[in-house]
């Protein structure tokens, strides 16, 4: 599906949130460096005030203990839970912003630090060097383990395991497809842009329009039409792969958006897109038992 900015009418209210300038000391220069010039934009900054927010410890499969960052509203559940993937800049505020947002709708969500065992995006000087010196070194079947081991841990947790989501931003776009075909109790996933075609790697064997007959879970794919890293022609042939395969997932295009059109850290941000995504985002959700 198309969507035309005469189609935006209806956009959802935002949460009740605040704005400041992106300066949060813990984000360092690196971090920085990689997205100017975008550092001076405003961001979203959502209270952790009447919810359980805070750093935990998610055992992997092969033992290591994987940060993650954990959020769920007050009482005693249990609550629906959304895995969220980040980017390729990783655990940092945004995503754990994104997280408090939907604890604000009601869900349990949980954020794993998934390139904690290659290295710390925030300390690397370039995108060029993130890219080379950090996530292509991150296999693909490490990060569906760690996702794995978050919705057990949001499980014992105060989580319902009934109703799992996913959503992954970017780089955790092409995560989201890959999850939907490899977790059987996945209800629903929600995928912000990312590749969807590729050349096969031995971490990367498998891209999501290689996996579209095995999907388990339906996929919503939002795409911004001038994203130079996923071509729309991509974007169509994941569609009408989807259609052949005879699975359910709905793909929508906002033909005036660039890359990291939700990223309201980034100067990509169009805000009345990334608005009519989480609606629809939501939505999706709710429809589907999440």
């Known amino acids: 599906m198309l969507v035309k900015d005469s189609d935006l009418d209806s956009l959802v209210p935002g949460l009740p949130l605040s704005r400041r300038t ?25 209270s952790a005030e009447g919810l359980k927010a805070g750093d ?30 980040p980017g390729i800049f990783g655990l940092h505020e945004y995503i754990r912003d994104t997280c408090r947002r939907l604890a604000r709708q009601g869900y349990q969500a949980i954020a794993p630090n998934v390139f904690q065992r290659q290295g710390d995006p925030s300390i ?33 947790n105060g989580g319902d395991p009934e109703r799992l989501g996913l959503t992954g931003f970017c780089w955790g776009g092409r995560i989201a497809w890959l999850y939907a075909a490899h977790n059987l109790r996945l209800k629903a996933a929600v995928a912000w842009q990312g590749r969807v075609a590729g050349v096969p790697t ?27 890293g996923v071509p729309l022609d991509d974007v169509e042939m994941l569609r009408e792969g989807l259609t052949r395969a005879g699975k359910q997932g709905e793909l929508i295009v906002y033909p005036d958006a660039g890359h990291a059109f939700h990223a309201d850290y980034r100067s990509g941000y169009r805000p009345e897109y990334a608005a009519d995504g989480w609606r629809r ?3 999706w959700f709710r429809d589907r038992g999440v």
């Open 22 to 46: 992106f300066a949060d000391g813990s984000l360092v220069a690196g971090f920085a460096a990689a997205v100017r010039p975008s550092v001076g934009h405003c961001v979203i900054q959502t």
């Open 56 to 85: 935990v410890a998610v055992r992997g499969r092969d033992g290591i203990q994987v940060r993650a960052y954990w959020v769920q509203p007050l009482g005693r559940g249990p609550f629906p839970t959304v895995l969220v993937v």
């Open 124 to 156: 690397v000087p370039s995108m060029a060097e993130i890219h080379s010196g950090i996530v292509s070194r991150v296999p693909d079947r490490q990060v569906l383990e760690d996702l794995d081991a978050c919705a057990s841990w949001a499980a014992a």
């Open 202 to 228: 031995e971490n990367s064997p498998c891209h999501p329009i290689d996996l579209l007959t095995a999907l388990q879970a339906p996929v919503l794919g939002l795409y911004g039409g001038r994203d130079q």
């Open 281 to 283: 985002m939501l939505r």
